[in-house]
């Protein structure tokens, strides 16, 4: 059964950039990010936000990862967000993709693009700078 789990970088960083998802293999998952100021009670008066996070482990075809538009406002909320995907215990993917283009790789280190680690059975791949309000599908297909 696979799972999703976010998680910002360990320096404290409001907003996380990246946010980092971490998708483990082996079955699909569903995760809703919720986001708020961070402090205070806006929450109360709805002013938080979710992001929907969709991973659908295809077997032999590969990973689907879609990441949701943000719904809902709050005060300083971010409208660009760089993401950082580790899918643990996957196969090595022939190509990557978001949103139907072809992200570079493997390159380690660089802000857009994916690397593989066959030891570690490791796919992580960086999408750069994404609108928060549009939708995100990160492709990876054996």
Known sequence: MGGLLPYG??????????????????GA?????????????????????FTRIVHD???R???????GPER????GRVHRRRWELKLIGVARPATVTLNGRRLPGPKVGTKRGWSYHATKRTLVIRTGSLSTSRMARINAAA
């Open 9 to 26: 970088p360990h320096e404290p960083v409001r907003p996380p950039d990246p946010l980092i998802l971490t998708v483990w293999g082996g």
């Open 72 to 75: 809902g406002r709050f005060p």
């Open 29 to 49: 998952g569903r995760f809703r990010l919720y986001e708020d100021r961070g402090d205070g009670l806006g929450y109360l008066g709805r002013s938080f936000a």
């Open 57 to 59: 482990d295809r077997g």
């Open 61 to 67: 075809r590969g990973t689907l990862v879609t990441i």
